[in-house]
């Protein structure tokens, strides 16, 4: 019985990459072992986020990040945590955190081929009230031997070898693509370990909500404006869509792959190149997007396809179910 066999044929997260990892025959195991470093980084922010109000963990560290924000004690704490567990796993080599302005190089003796950018507590606004936050992750490999530099994380989005983000929710999720297809893991917190509840993970191929930040309308370009006119007021005489929005990148995006619809940051008269970052937020998410079978757009190209030029460079967004990001296509052909 298929129930039967979940509750005591435990697929945990290390097995499932081990499995993957088979089907390379060259691979050494260096990307499971890599994970099993940011796996431990998730698990302890999971637990810092769930004692941050009894712990007095909340509040402000009195540092502002390279964005010019104010950092919270729990941003600082994740970060460090990051850098110690992808330092520490011998696995690593050149480190991009959105918490630090340069990137890290990994000292030469505990040098390997993967380089990860990262944010390790994303959504921080929403540390104080109790809503879900996420680390995301993006993972390169480099040659064999070499110290890497800035330029090979200045790469397009299509080089990753893999991406995820854990999400501190109601439950601790994470979901993860090793370049083939995307699947979710649930914290069983009994056991210390994640557990596949989500397999092989499909996005919808059109959705029912959208979700964006409303109150910058006033600045939006053309397109965006009447992709949510359409949303609302629909000409075809279908149902208007629902709105949602956490202002959680990861919530929000987990939200999209499970139940479909677009999320968007666009571009602003404000903030031209929207918010979000490049390396570390966009691709990521593009990434698991077009791996369960949507698209991610940038208003100009595939979101994957931009080569940036700066580690903390930020772009335009608009992912999710494939026929959702085909209409915000359109309308930038049309009044873009
Ligand atoms: P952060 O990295 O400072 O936490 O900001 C990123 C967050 C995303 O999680 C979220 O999608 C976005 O900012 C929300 O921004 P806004 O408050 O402008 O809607
Ligand atoms: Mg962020």
Same mark, same amino acid.
Request: hydrophobic share 35%; with cysteine.
């Given at each position: ?28 195991? =260096? ?40 950092? %919270?004690?729990? =941003? ?42 990262? =944010? ?69 917190? +009994? ?34 404006? %009447? ?10 005489? +279908? ?35 929207? %918010? ?61």
């Amino acid at each position: 019985h298929a129930a039967d066999a979940l509750r005591t044929d435990l697929m945990t997260l290390t097995r499932h990459v081990l499995n993957e990892q088979s089907k390379h025959p060259e691979a050494r195991g =260096d990307l499971t072992i890599l994970l099993n470093h940011i796996v431990l980084g998730c698990k302890f922010v999971c637990s810092a986020v769930n004692k941050a109000g009894l712990a007095h963990l909340i509040g402000l560290a009195g540092e502002t990040n390279v964005q010019g924000e104010e950092q %919270k004690k729990l =941003d600082v704490l994740s970060n460090q945590v990051f850098v110690k567990a992808l330092t520490s796993s011998g696995r690593t080599n050149v480190l991009v955190s959105e918490e630090d302005e340069e990137a890290i190089f990994v000292p030469e003796k505990l040098r390997g081929r993967y380089c990860v950018v990262f =944010d390790p507590l994303d959504g921080s606004s929403n540390i104080d009230c109790g809503v879900s936050i996420g680390t995301i992750f993006g993972i390169y490999m480099l040659e064999a031997g070499k110290a890497g530099t800035v330029d090979d994380l200045l790469k397009a989005g299509t080089s990753m070898v893999a991406a995820g983000y854990c999400m501190y929710g109601s439950s601790c999720t994470l979901v993860l693509s090793t370049g083939e297809d995307v699947n979710g893991f649930t914290l069983d917190p +009994s056991l210390g370990e994640f557990i596949l509840t989500h397999p092989h993970i499909r996005i919808p191929e059109k959705g029912k909500i959208y979700s964006v930040n409303e109150g910058n309308a006033k600045n939006w370009d053309e397109p965006t404006t %009447k992709f949510v006119e359409k949303a609302k007021f629909p000409e075809d005489g +279908s149902s208007p869509r629902s709105l949602r929005y956490i202002g959680s990148m990861v919530a929000d995006v987990h939200r999209t792959l499970l139940y479909g619809g677009i999320f968007m940051y666009p571009a602003d008269k404000k903030s031209p190149n929207g %918010k979000l970052r490049v390396l570390y937020e966009v691709f990521p998410m593009s990434f698991l997007v077009e791996k369960a079978g949507g698209q991610a757009f940038t208003g100009k190209q595939r979101a994957l396809e931009l080569v940036p030029k700066k580690i903390h460079e930020r772009s335009p967004i608009f992912l999710g179910s494939y026929d959702d990001v085909e209409e915000v296509k359109e309308l930038y052909k049309q009044y873009g």
